[in-house]
């Protein structure tokens, strides 16, 4: 909208968004509403000194030291919440790495577990084992091998 009639105390409505302006405007006034810049915080707090430091005698000026002011605000709100953001996001990472953290050490404690055992090994007993479960497991595959020979034929 390049220009437009105002009218005191109706808002100024443009792609979604109303603005109204209050006072009264002198010839030549302007009003325009663009998108707002990036900047760093240091920035910020320096618009916000020098806003602070403005004189507000006239109406212009004081319309300037609000407009300042809001600007400032706004950036304000938009570094909170890009801060915000931050910490969540290294929220996330630091519970990620604890977890990875964390199996890696249950991990290690399995190992070191295992390794124990392997080495605390009873010989004579685990030699008894084994045997048992040899002739445990040649017992059921006799016992498949003759099963999986029986058919219907057999009987008839």
């Not at 603005?19 to 663009?34: C, E, L, N, R, Y």
């Amino acid at each position: 909208m390049a220009s437009g009639t105002y009218t005191a105390g109706n808002a100024i409505s443009f792609n979604g968004v109303a603005v109204t302006v209050t006072g009264t405007p002198a010839a030549g006034d302007s009003f325009s509403i663009a998108q707002s810049k990036t900047q760093d915080i240091f920035s910020t707090i320096d618009a916000l000194s020098t806003a602070l430091n403005a004189a507000t005698g006239t109406p212009a000026s004081q319309a300037q030291y609000q407009s300042a002011l809001n600007a400032v605000e706004t950036q304000i709100s938009q570094a909170d919440t890009h801060l915000l953001n931050v910490r969540a996001g290294i929220g996330a990472r630091s519970a990620a790495l604890d977890t990875v953290s964390s199996t890696l050490q249950n991990t290690a404690d399995q190992q070191t577990t295992s390794l124990s055992d392997l080495q605390n090994v009873d010989m004579v007993e685990a030699t008894s084992r084994l045997n048992q479960q040899t002739v445990a497991l040649q017992a059921a595959q006799l016992s498949y091998t003759k099963i999986a020979q029986l058919s219907l034929f057999n009987y008839l």
